[in-house]
């Protein structure tokens, strides 16, 4: 695996891009993504909405999942919210539960820049059997 | 219950805004939303990002939960993906499980443009003692 | 499919029987199982374990999805209790959320007596290669 | 808290009787629970049925949110499997994902005699304001 050209894969998550989010930390099994809470994260509440903190644990998932060479699809995912927050950075780290077979098993906790976990992450993932295009 | 001051609220929405979701019906414990796939929503794979289709369902399980005059948070949502897709505008309505009660229980089904189910989800949201802002 | 041989295959489970699950009806994509509440059922407050109605409803799902002919493992569920009971029948419906796939998608009603939603309970299943061994 | 009472009062679980489980060890939120996989437990292709390991997961949850001294209820669990086995004994621990709140977070890993993991299981309980009975 190298984790350069992964991380360069995913440089083409557009949505990713939208959101701002970005891949800090890569090993096998394993990622760390990062976002800077911006007013355009809010809800109608002036919170982070639910759906940015989904996609920053999903990419950190997207990106573990794939260091294993095999083309990884998401095709479960839930999230529990602990704590709501405006402002600062917060941080996903995936990890997997288990080693990898034909359905892998992700687990990420997201927290914020004082160590609280805000929202707790699990994931199925698919492995098919394309190699990746690297 | 005032549908159109629900709508207007939820417009405060930033990220909402940012993914391009619309709230195209709303009534009592229930919610439609829209969005058309632009390639902001693509994934390094070329096909709509997870975290597009959770926030596209979660809004509208925001807005069915809230018609019921409480303020209220969602504490817990998964999500399963069924199909991929690249382009067209995909479609989520929210309907509750049960009646409205301190935890709620809604679930959305996600489809595109030809019907077909393309995600599911279902979220618990709690209810807040606060009355809603107006 | 022969909805009699399913019935007969589940027989064997003997973790269904030791908790008193009946199949009660058999379609293609379909079952719904049911089960009498006795104090063996219950937990430590006095209602319903969730354990039974998880059981309940997870054997509905295991029956659905081998009516596709090949044999399905479940790979995950998730559960919300919204009311708890202490006696009576409860029933559980499973349907499928999509056509059937490599992971099929499933969905649960439980409901007792009342036609009240006690439970709802999502499940996916993985079809392996094999035929069910009759 | 006194561990003590907690498990004397998880003993009046009917079902968790049934099933065979026992609780091995109790702390501020946290349980261990175990099992003995039997005929019994078994589903009709042979393996354990996963009713038995959610009931075990289930157990240690309660007890562990229990630990905090307020009627604690589960309104949420999911649960992923990851390997198939027909004997020897089977654990859960739970532990807290985040501090004592109205929502409680647990997640759990169960594993089997050599020490893989062959499920995971994530829960969310209410606290609701009653002490309790003891």
Redesign the interface.
């Known amino acids: 695996m190298n984790t350069e050209k992964i991380k360069e894969?995913?440089?083409?998550?557009?949505?990713?891009?939208?959101?701002g989010i970005k891949i800090v930390d890569v090993k096998e099994g394993y990622c760390k993504t990062e976002m800077e809470i911006l007013?355009?994260?809010?809800?109608?509440?002036g919170t982070?909405?639910?759906?940015?903190l989904?996609?920053l644990a999903?990419?950190a998932v997207?990106v573990a999942a794939n260091t294993r060479g095999q083309?990884s699809?998401?095709?479960?995912?839930?999230?529990?919210?602990?704590?709501?927050i405006s402002k600062g950075k917060v941080y996903a780290v995936a990890t997997e539960?288990?080693e990898a077979?034909?359905?892998g098993?992700y687990?990420v906790?997201i927290k914020d820049e004082s160590g609280?976990?805000i929202a707790?992450f699990?994931s199925?993932i698919?492995r098919k059997k394309d190699k990746l295009p690297f």
Chains 1, 2, 3, 4 share one sequence.
């Open positions: 894969y995913f440089l083409n998550d557009k949505y990713a891009e939208l959101v007013p355009k994260h809010l809800n109608a509440a982070i909405q639910g759906g940015a989904f996609t999903d990419l997207a083309l699809l998401s095709i479960q995912a839930d999230i529990s919210f602990i704590k709501g539960v288990s077979k034909k359905i098993n687990e906790k609280d976990t707790s699990h199925l698919y």
